[in-house]
């Protein structure tokens, strides 16, 4: 299991979410938590470390801390 981290602007982001989408992008976090590799996709050079979460509204960009064993939530943008 990873840890979850927010970047504070990211926090406020996703505390202005609508409800259905917090609660979407909230399961998807812990699926995150749980496998990040399994459960993100790829983020531009696919370097293996920064990551996309994209939901029906929310698309997150994270990093995954394998050696710490931690995801940080860099972004957060819904659409929809």
Do not use: W
Request: proline share 5%; aromatic share 10%; charged share 20%.
């Amino acid at each position: 299991m990873y840890r979850l981290k927010y970047d504070p602007a990211a926090e406020a982001a996703y505390d202005a979410l609508p409800a259905d989408a917090g609660r979407q992008f909230t399961l998807a976090l812990a699926d995150v938590c749980r496998d990040p590799f399994g459960h993100s996709i790829p983020y531009d050079d696919n370097d293996g470390v920064v990551r996309m979460v994209v939901t029906d509204q929310v698309f997150a960009v994270v990093l995954v801390g394998d050696a710490l064993r931690t995801v940080t939530v860099l972004q957060i943008s819904s659409f929809g």
